[in-house]
Structures are given as structure tokens and as C-alpha cells.
């Protein structure tokens, strides 16, 4: 310390002599010389920076670098970290860019039929993004055992079905319409070839002429009967083809050549039975007459020749080909309850068939209707009296039901209850799995076995149905089974919406039947309609141990309700057409709708709404059910279905009261009677099958008592 101050004191005296005197130049160099290395030795060589402050000492400044920031670096562009002091002064180390993290950004899910989407890109920046195809995943399939058991696809949301609407619209070669110019050419040639050889044979002489079962005249005769077979056989396969354009027009409805093609050969139709039946009154004019009747009575013989002259009368076979093309324009109609065709077109139809009556010799189309088309056992004034059996004993159960069926509709079930009852009323057996199963399991039940020759199922057949090709699926709204005799073959149509359980069991019925019966016999209407709406309430009675409570209790209101509506539907329209086609009417709103002496086209609603006012049901049935059709496509038929649905009725109540296999014998004794006595009537065969007949009021009283029981 005392050494510094010396130098300090040195330091001063030099400066203060340099500063005194001036001394010359090269002593004054020697001295700043050493005056220079002085300092630097006291001082150092850095600059000593600004004066201190008056009073002060001059302190260095020395950077103090602390963080301040740090921008991050991106996936392409680098980042860094900045230090800096307080004098401003900056310093930063550099963040390498990171890259890009590309990884899965989003995915759509691939299902059975439909591929999915990847999508990839930078997790940070969205950059160098691209997308990956995925294939769709395939169905997988239950294991389907029978082809009426369907396999389901098992995934989640998935309704797809294997061997079920796949198999439909494949169809064996004979249900393949085949009619060409070679066929109506065929049937021209071997028609005159017939009537030639009869009309060349003598003229009928009792004594010469009469049946002998050998000789000349039996030989001659059984080659123009082999001929008559042959024309027979032809007109079979004619008829066959008409029914499959039918149906073939009904699987596409908007196709304008299936529908030409359909229209062509409803009237090709018409004319080829009037030629077929214009040989019955030759043949009677011929030596072969007592050889062609043989076996007939007089009176059976007048009655035949007046039908197929009738047949083969140019006026019947114009108007029946009109009334074709009236159900043809009525089938374009989109919207019937509205339209103002249909009443007119209506009108037209019903004159036209009063006079197709009186040619065929009635008195009344409905006379007609119900004893040569329908093969009724009761007159349309027997339906009265089934009129006031329902309105004493059923109106009552009709309207409970109906309350029920209110509170359901309002108070709809839900979640899985929601599900398993639509599984029975709205779902199609084609495309439900619980729909289908259900059903499946129930027809296992059913086979006939009184008769050892007839070992058949209700299982086999409906395989047989989906699996062989004769179950069609169309636009015509509607469910229906028909025969066809040239192939010996029943085939089955149903439509979406008309492909419900119940519905499936309907036309089952009617399918068993042809099965069973092959329609070798002669059954009336109403007896085949016991058949599938029996069908319907075995498989209610049934569902009763395979639903929740809740489920049936729904179901089974629902049902029922719509078993009572088809009969109060049925009978009016059965009273709509008895008033249409008598011209008289003598119920509610009668001074009105009868003050002019007639029925006109444009009093039709209003004479409807009123048969509905009369049977209690205004306001709970349609008003305008008259014109959805079936009063132009099955004229004097709906009232089948009101008997029908009557009689079948007690299938149910026996399930009640005696248990499942009571009243699914009784069932099936509808179809088997025909082992016992194909003759039965209809009211006979409900009695054979230990039920009440639609004429016996035992049957309405034991009805209200089972609804009775409900409330």
C-alpha cells in the first residue's frame, strides 16, 4: 500500500514538472515515456473508462447475461434461448428444429361394405400430411343351419342378411316368362285342329250315338279326347305365364314393358278361355257328346253349356277385358283416398260386372260373387244377421280395444322392450334376426301327422320356399299366394311393409294349404282365409311364452285390435257393395243418399261414412277404406275376411283356456279335413275341428266372454 502511494506521489511530482517548464523535445518524450509506462504499471492497459463522478471512484462495468426468452424452434425452422444483461447487450444459444412428428390424425372407420380413411400428418404443424385407403372389413355372417334360419352379419349396426333377400329374384326356368308367337300359334293350330274334328263327326243321334266304353266310336272319340288334353295341357302353360307377368309386373311396377307385357296377356287370357270353352257346344252337338259329359247329370250338363257360352261371348269377354284395364289405371293411381278417378272408374266397374252377371245368368253380381267365385255357404242376406251378432256381442270389446291400442300408441315402449316389440309388428323377417329366429322357431312346432301318407312340416316347406327359388319380392304393395297348376307349384309374393311376422304367417297358411291340398279340391274363400289368419293367431298364442310381459301385453292388444278391425272392415265394405250393386240402401243417412232413387258415384264416401257411423266405428276406421282397392281388384271378397277372422278367433281363446297344442291341433285340422271329407263346407270343417261356426251366436257370446277377461 505504502509503495502504490509512493508511485501515486511520483507520479504527481513528474506531471506537475512536465507541466511547469518546457523542456526540450527529446527529454520531454523520455519523461511521457516513462510516465506512460507508470501508469500502465499502476493502471493497467484498458481504458479506465469515464471520469468518475465528483467525489466518486471510476468503477468497471462488467456483463452480467441472465435468460430473458426462448423461442421454440419449429418443426423446419430453428429456435433459441436469449440471455441479456442489463446494458442491453445480448447473447443466444441456438434450438435445433425439431422436425416433423408425423403421426394419425384422424380415422373413419371402415365397415362391412364401405372402406375406411387414415389421416396422417404433423402432430405440431399439420405438414407433410397424406391419407391411407382402408379396405372394408367383409360381413361375418352367423352360422345359418337352414336357409329360412338367415345368417346375420354380426358386426355392430350391421343388417346385412346371407340367404335371404340375396336368394329372391332367382327364380327356377318355368318361373322365367316364356310365352312367344310359337306358343299362341300352338294353341291356334291344335284349337282348330279339335274343332275341326268335331264338327267333321256326326251329329248327335241318342240311338246311335250313346256312351259305350269300347268299339269304333270310343276310339274316334279318345283320339280327339287325346287332342282335347293337348289343348288343355297348352292352356295351362298359358294361364302360368299370365300369372308370372303378373308378378313380374308387381316386382317392378314403374317398368312400362312388364307392364304392356302384363296388360297384353290379361286380355290374351280372357280371349283364350272364351275359345276354350266355345268347344263345350260343339262337342254337345256331336256324336261325342255322351262320351265328352260322361258322368254328368242333364241339369249339370244344361249348367256347363250356359257357363261356357257365357264364357265364350263376345260381349263378356269385352267387358272383362275392360274391367282389366280399370284395375290396371286403378293400380297407377298413387294416391286412391284422394283421386277423383276412383269413384268413376268404380262405377264403370260395378255396371260392368252387373251385366257380366246377367249373361252368366244371375240376377245379381253378388248372387254370382258368392256362389260361383267365393263358394259360399251363406247368401249376402245371410250377412245381416252376422252383423247384428257383432254389433250385440263384440262393438263393446271392439271399442276396449281400441282404447288400449290408443294408450299404447301413445305411451310407445322403449329402449330394448322397444326393439323386441318391433321384432313382431314392424321389422321384416327378411332383415331382423330376433324377427326372423322367432318365427323360425314357431314353424319347427307345426307338422301334420294324422296322416301317414302326408308326413310334412311347416320347417321344410319354408325352407323349401326361400331356398327353391318361388318366393318373390316386388314394388306391388301387398302379400298374396297363388297356384300354378301347369307346374304344380304354389309361389308366394310379399312386398316391403307387407313382410312382417304376422304377415309372413299369414301367407304361410295359405302356402300350407296348396302344399297340403295341392288344390285339388274346391275350398271357398272363407275356408282358405282360416287357414292364414288362423296362421296369425297360433303364432299370437305362441309369442305369449317368448316375450316379455310388457312386450306381449302390447302385442297382443295391437293384434287383436286389428283382428276385430278387419272384421268391422270386411262387413262394411260387404254392406258398401251390397248397396252399390243392389241400388239400395236403407241404413243411416238412408233419406239422404236414397233420395233420388239411387246410389251415385258421387255418394260413395259419404255412403261408406255412413256404414261406419252404423257399425260403431266412424272415427276409429278409415273412411275412405273402400277405395284402396279391393273393391276393384277382389270385388265381393273383403267380407272373407270378417268370417274368417271370426272364426279363428276361438284359435286363440282355445290357446287360452286349453294351451298351445290343443289349439294348434285344432289348426291344423283345417287343412287335414280334406283326409276325412274333402266335401265339408266351411262351417263343417270349424265344427270337425271341435270349434263354433260363424252361424252359431255360441260363437259371438264365447268371443265377449274372452274380451271380457282382458279389461
Known amino acids: 500500500m505504502k509503495k502504490l502511494l509512493t508511485l501515486v506521489l511520483m507520479l504527481a511530482l513528474v506531471l506537475s514538472l512536465a507541466s511547469c517548464a518546457m523542456l526540450p523535445e527529446d527529454l520531454q518524450a523520455t519523461i511521457n515515456g516513462a510516465i506512460e509506462n507508470i501508469k500502465d504499471a499502476v493502471f493497467g492497459t484498458e481504458d479506465p473508462g469515464p471520469e468518475p463522478d465528483e467525489?466518486?471512484?471510476?468503477?468497471?462495468?462488467?456483463?452480467?447475461?441472465?435468460?430473458?426468452?426462448?423461442?421454440?424452434?419449429?418443426?423446419?425452422?430453428?429456435?433459441?434461448?436469449?440471455?441479456?444483461?442489463?446494458?442491453?447487450?445480448?447473447?443466444?444459444?441456438v434450438i435445433e428444429a425439431t422436425g416433423h412428428d408425423v403421426k394419425l390424425l384422424r380415422a373413419e372407420a371402415p365397415n362391412c361394405t364401405k372402406g375406411g380413411t387414415n389421416y396422417y400428418g404433423c402432430a405440431y404443424c399439420g405438414g407433410e400430411s397424406y391419407t391411407e385407403s382402408v379396405e372394408p372389413l367383409g360381413h361375418e355372417f352367423s352360422v345359418s343351419t337352414e336357409p329360412s334360419r338367415f345368417a346375420f352379419c354380426t358386426r355392430k349396426r350391421c343388417t346385412a342378411t346371407e340367404n335371404a333377400l340375396g336368394a329372391l329374384g332367382t327364380y327356377d326356368e318355368q318361373l322365367t316368362f316364356n310365352f312367344t308367337e310359337e306358343h299362341e300359334a300352338a294353341l291356334e293350330a291344335k284349337y282348330n285342329e279339335i274343332l275341326n274334328a268335331v264338327n267333321s263327326a256326326a251329329e248327335y243321334d241318342p240311338a246311335l250315338h250313346g256312351y259305350q266304353a269300347e268299339g269304333a266310336l270310343a276310339d274316334e272319340f279318345a283320339a280327339v279326347d287325346a287332342l282335347h288334353t293337348e289343348l288343355y295341357e297348352l292352356v295351362l302353360y298359358a294361364i302360368a305365364q299370365r300369372q308370372i307377368a303378373e308378378i313380374d309386373y308387381y316386382c317392378a311396377m314403374t317398368d312400362t314393358a312388364l307392364e304392356e307385357r302384363y296388360s297384353y296377356m290379361m286380355d290374351y287370357y280372357t280371349d283364350l278361355i272364351a275359345q276354350f270353352y266355345s268347344l263345350s257346344q260343339p262337342f254337345y252337338d256331336s256324336c261325342y257328346r255322351d262320351f265328352f259329359y260322361y258322368g254328368m247329370t242333364e241339369e249339370e250338363i244344361?249348367?256347363?253349356?250356359?257357363?261356357?257360352?257365357?264364357?265364350?261371348?263376345?260381349?263378356?269377354?269385352?267387358?272383362?277385358?275392360?274391367?282389366?284395364?280399370?284395375?290396371?289405371?286403378?293400380?297407377?293411381?298413387?294416391?286412391?283416398?284422394?283421386?277423383?278417378?276412383?269413384?268413376?272408374?268404380?262405377?264403370?266397374?260395378?255396371?260392368?260386372?252387373?251385366?257380366?252377371?246377367?249373361?252368366?245368368?244371375?240376377?245379381?253380381?253378388?248372387?254370382?260373387?258368392?256362389?260361383?267365385?267365393?263358394?259360399?255357404?251363406?247368401?249376402?242376406?245371410?250377412?245381416?244377421?252376422?252383423?247384428?251378432?257383432?254389433?250385440?256381442?263384440?262393438?263393446?270389446?271392439?271399442?276396449?280395444?281400441?282404447?288400449?291400442?290408443?294408450?299404447?300408441?301413445?305411451?310407445?315402449?322403449?329402449?330394448?322392450?322397444?326393439?323386441?316389440?318391433?321384432?313382431?309388428?314392424?321389422?321384416?323377417?327378411?332383415?331382423?334376426?330376433?324377427?326372423?329366429?322367432?318365427?323360425?322357431?314357431?314353424?319347427?312346432?307345426?307338422?301334420?301327422?294324422?296322416?301317414?301318407?302326408?308326413?310334412?312340416?311347416?320347417?321344410?316347406?319354408?325352407?323349401?320356399?326361400?331356398?327353391?327359388?318361388?318366393?318373390?319380392?316386388?314394388?306391388?304393395?301387398?302379400?298374396?299366394?297363388?297356384?300354378?297348376?301347369?307346374?304344380?307349384?304354389?309361389?308366394?309374393?310379399?312386398?316391403?311393409?307387407?313382410?312382417?311376422n304376422f304377415t309372413i304367417v299369414h301367407e304361410f297358411g295359405h302356402y300350407m294349404n296348396e302344399i297340403y291340398n295341392r288344390s285339388q279340391f274346391s275350398q271357398s274363400y272363407d275356408l282358405l282365409e282360416m287357414h292364414s289368419q288362423g296362421d296369425e293367431m297360433l303364432y299370437l298364442a305362441y309369442l305369449k311364452g317368448e316375450l316379455s310381459e310388457k312386450v306381449y301385453a302390447c302385442v297382443e292388444n295391437e293384434h287383436l285390435f286389428n283382428m276385430l278391425a278387419t272384421v268391422m272392415s270386411g262387413l262394411a265394405i260387404d254392406a258398401f257393395e251390397r248397396a252399390i250393386y243392389t241400388d239400395s240402401y236403407d241404413g243411416i243417412n238412408a233419406d239422404k243418399i236414397m233420395a233420388d232413387g239411387t246410389i251415385t258415384s258421387d255418394e260413395y264416401d259419404y255412403l261408406y261414412q255412413s256404414i261406419n257411423k252404423e257399425l260403431g266405428v266412424e272415427g276409429v276406421l278409415s273412411n275412405e277404406y273402400w277405395r284402396?282397392?279391393?273393391?276393384?281388384?277382389?270385388?265381393?271378397?273383403?267380407?272373407?275376411?270378417?268370417?274368417?277372422?271370426?272364426?279363428?278367433?276361438?284359435?286363440?281363446?282355445?290357446?287360452?283356456?286349453?294351451?298351445?297344442?290343443?289349439?294348434?291341433?285344432?289348426?291344423?285340422?283345417?287343412?287335414?279335413?280334406?283326409d276325412e271329407n274333402p266335401d265339408m263346407t266351411a262351417d263343417e270343417v270349424l265344427v270337425y275341428a271341435g270349434m263354433y261356426s260363424y252361424n252359431d251366436e255360441q260363437l259371438y257370446i264365447a268371443l265377449e266372454e274372452l274380451f271380457a277377461t282382458m279389461d
Open 55 to 93: 467525489g466518486g471512484e471510476d468503477v468497471p462495468h462488467v456483463h452480467d447475461f441472465k435468460f430473458a426468452e426462448k423461442i421454440h424452434a419449429g418443426c423446419e425452422t430453428d429456435g433459441k434461448e436469449i440471455y441479456r444483461c442489463e446494458c442491453g447487450e445480448e447473447q443466444f444459444t
Open 302 to 500: 244344361a249348367a256347363y253349356l250356359f257357363d261356357s257360352n257365357a264364357l265364350a261371348d263376345e260381349e263378356y269377354t269385352a267387358l272383362k277385358s275392360r274391367n282389366d284395364q280399370i284395375e290396371l289405371t286403378f293400380n297407377s293411381i298413387s294416391n286412391p283416398t284422394t283421386d277423383s278417378r276412383v269413384p268413376t272408374l268404380y262405377a264403370e266397374f260395378v255396371a260392368n260386372n252387373k251385366r257380366i252377371a246377367e249373361i252368366l245368368g244371375y240376377d245379381n253380381y253378388l248372387d254370382y260373387a258368392y256362389e260361383n267365385v267365393y263358394g259360399r255357404d251363406y247368401s249376402y242376406e245371410d250377412v245381416s244377421e252376422i252383423i247384428d251378432y257383432v254389433a250385440e256381442h263384440l262393438n263393446i270389446a271392439f271399442k276396449s280395444l281400441y282404447g288400449t291400442y290408443r294408450y299404447y300408441m301413445n305411451n310407445p315402449l322403449s329402449g330394448t322392450s322397444r326393439e323386441e316389440y318391433k321384432a313382431q309388428m314392424e321389422y321384416s323377417f327378411f332383415d331382423n334376426m330376433r324377427a326372423n329366429e322367432t318365427l323360425n322357431d314357431y314353424i319347427d312346432l307345426l307338422a301334420f301327422t294324422s296322416n301317414p301318407d302326408k308326413q310334412i312340416t311347416f320347417s321344410d316347406e319354408l325352407n323349401g320356399l326361400v331356398s327353391n327359388g318361388n318366393l318373390f319380392y316386388g314394388k306391388y304393395e301387398g302379400a298374396f299366394v297363388t297356384y300354378l297348376d301347369a307346374f304344380d307349384i304354389p309361389i308366394a309374393y310379399f312386398s316391403y311393409g307387407y313382410d312382417t
Open 628 to 674: 284402396y282397392g279391393m273393391t276393384i281388384s277382389s270385388p265381393c271378397y273383403y267380407v272373407s275376411y270378417a268370417i274368417s277372422a271370426l272364426s279363428v278367433l276361438q284359435i286363440y281363446e282355445i290357446a287360452e283356456t286349453d294351451g298351445f297344442e290343443v289349439a294348434a291341433d285344432a289348426y291344423l285340422k283345417l287343412f287335414s279335413y280334406t
